[in-house]
């Protein structure tokens, strides 16, 4: 469904502009004909099973590829996602390492080094990305609707949805759009574009995995467009369990009583 | 007559603002704005050096503070600081002064402990910096606008 040279190392660089016009020209005259059926935004979330997820917990590798400092790094451990609560991860390479981010912050807790860093900062609230992202994408709208953007243009062919959203209009976002690919009820692509169409992410989400009827990807790469750089990220997810709770795993992180964080002014 | 009475009077009111803050934004926004620059106390230097121990299990991580600032401008967007500081002048230095520039908590997963500290302190400083400079280019940028208004209406 997507263009295959999309992630191709000559959509990259300088002729980025070209490729995102040829790209977006395929989709306006491939999938988004003149005939296109409007039957299906509707339902887009009306039978959604990732509504029915409440929480995630499963084992990732990310690999984030940072040109802007020259930096690639692997990170392999677990996570459990309470959605719209707390987040859990524990990064067992390239150290070990325990971070916890709810509505009272984020600690981080080192048990190696028996330390601890605490961030008392409630915007920190769900602030890893690539865990709600697992999430977001288990829902046809990627979560947009109730975060406030705007639908403005859809089109189908089949069983492929094209949604294009304007972002939420009190946000940082408000001038940006973001365009969704479904096939089905799965969501395949991601885009976000400032408002003159400069691309500013993109992901592509694999491999779905169809768990107690959500569908959830086990693979994505993300794309980051900024001035000084591209941020390439690619995550993987394994074991992936769907609404078990076992309060050892989300429950708040508690460090031994011996340690006691150290405040960071985030 | 009155509308132009008062039109007058609000013009010599934004005449005198205007020269009001040029004058505090020479004498003192921008030399205070370089002094953040120096370094708090002699021998250090704004870039952070790597942590005193470095990690036993990531040794590629790169200098944190070069990734806390190359965040910061990636991340953080003074634009809506420089809006403010043209519309409220001196009210908008002191939001960017005021503001808490918020790194992006997906990077500190994986890290080490002294390259977290150094990553969210350099981060935070080239946030806040830019939003500062941009707050102020806003103000000047209001003031010489009023300026160009007033003289254009004939009040030199």
Known sequence: MLPKGASSPRFRGAGRGTAWGVWLSLVAGCVLSPSAEATALPSLRANASGDR???LQGRFRRTLVDQAVCDTQTVVGSFAYVVHGRVRLTVETPLRQ??????????????????ALQVLDPRQALAFRFVQIAHRSSLPDFDLGAAGATLIDYASRGDTLETRWAGPTSTPWRDQQFVLVAVGSRLVHATQTLADGTPVMDIELLDHVVLDGIEIPQ????????????????VQFWELRVNQTSPDS????????????????? | MRGANTGSSALAVRLVSACILVTFLG???????????????PGQTQEQT?????????????D??????????????????????FLCGIFGFIAAAAS?????????????YQWVQAYTDCYRKQAKSANQSAACSGWALGSATTLAIYAAQGGF
């Open chain 1, 53 to 55: 997820l409440s929480v």
């Open chain 1, 98 to 115: 325990e971070l916890c981010v709810d509505d009272q912050g984020l600690l981080i807790y080192y048990p190696d080094e028996q330390r």
């Open chain 1, 219 to 234: 693979r994505f790469t993300l794309r980051e467009h900024g001035p000084s750089g591209e941020r390439i990220e690619v």
């Open chain 1, 250 to 266: 989300i429950g708040p992180l508690n460090p031994p009583d011996a340690v006691k964080p150290v405040s960071v002014e985030w």
């Open chain 2, 27 to 41: 004498a003192f926004v921008l030399p205070l704005q370089a002094l953040a620059q120096l370094p708090s106390s």
């Open chain 2, 50 to 62: 790597p942590p005193a121990t470095p990690p036993a299990t990531d040794t590629s991580a790169p």
């Open chain 2, 64 to 85: 944190p503070c070069t990734s806390g600032k190359t965040d910061a401008k990636h991340y953080n967007s003074p634009t809506g600081y420089m809006v403010f500081g």
């Open chain 2, 100 to 112: 808490s520039p918020e790194p992006p908590a997906d990077r500190v997963v994986g890290k080490d």
